[in-house]
């Protein structure tokens, strides 16, 4: 009986940990994706941002666009998983998609760019 419980106790340990590593401050995961379609060379480019910090915790970081921008790109729409909020977004320059992650990343937003 005792070494049943001692064997499941290290598997209780990280469960818990997993869950309740996070401080609870009201931050929902957050994915903004942005994209832009560079026709005249046929390619796109995609951007990944989440508001994660080092240990994988949601933040509550200011949105890219909390101020106003001459080169915004266009809101699509907001989708819901089970795991993360997703702010999806059309930009129609080079310009338009770099400041985008240039004002996540002053944010501290997690961004990757593949082209």
Known sequence: MY??????LPLVQFALS???????NGAEKTKLKAFYADVENGYGTYAYC???????CPQN???????????????????????????NYT???HDQINEFVTK????????????
């Open 3 to 8: 070494s049943l419980i001692l064997s499941l």
């Open 18 to 24: 997993e869950e309740f590593k996070c401080e609870s």
């Open 50 to 56: 989440e508001n994660l910090d080092k240990n994988d």
């Open 61 to 87: 970081y200011p949105h890219p666009y909390n101020s106003t921008s001459i080169k915004q790109c266009q809101k699509n729409n907001e989708e819901k998983d089970e795991d993360y909020k997703l702010i």
């Open 91 to 93: 930009c129609f320059s």
């Open 104 to 115: 996540a990343l002053e944010n501290k937003w997690k961004c990757a760019m593949v082209a």
